[in-house]
């Protein structure tokens, strides 16, 4: 059974910083391309990024180029997303998603080539 685990979510003021984690099982992790979506209230889910198997293939929405950054630790089943100059608009409940292939893919931005979700973790930007 595949489970993914997103975690490092919570309450962060305006140009403040916020690490999180997602760890999978169930799965051949460093076979999936990799990435992060959100979801705010009343808004459309939106990809933020995506990372090649490898990870060494990075794809970043305009909204965050510059301030995040997505990697991964295949050996830990893990990725991540680093988000620092955090702003009030990136408010919104945060998914990892595993891809259904190696590579980060233009279906990957609407998130119809995901194979597996994530529960969600919130964060929260002040003003």
């Known amino acids: 059974q595949v489970q993914v685990m997103e975690s490092g979510g919570g309450l962060v003021q305006a140009g403040g910083s916020r690490r999180l984690s997602c760890t999978a099982s169930?799965?051949?992790?460093?076979?999936?391309?990799m990435g992060w979506f959100r979801q705010a209230p009343g808004k459309e889910r939106e990809g933020v990024s995506c990372?090649?198997?490898?990870?060494?293939?990075?794809r970043y929405a305009d909204s965050v180029k510059e301030r995040f950054t997505i990697s991964r630790d295949n050996a830990k089943n893990t990725l991540y997303l680093q988000m620092n100059s955090l702003k009030p608009e990136d408010t919104a409940m945060y998914y990892c998603?595993?891809?259904?292939?190696?590579?980060?893919?233009?279906?990957?931005?609407?998130?119809?080539?995901?194979?597996?979700w994530g529960q969600g973790t919130q964060v929260t930007v002040s003003s």
């Open positions: 169930g799965l051949t992790f460093d076979l999936y391309a």
């Open positions: 990372i090649s198997w490898s990870g060494d293939i990075t």
């Open positions: 998603a595993a891809d259904s292939g190696h590579y980060c893919s233009g279906a990957w931005w609407d998130g119809s080539s995901a194979k597996y």
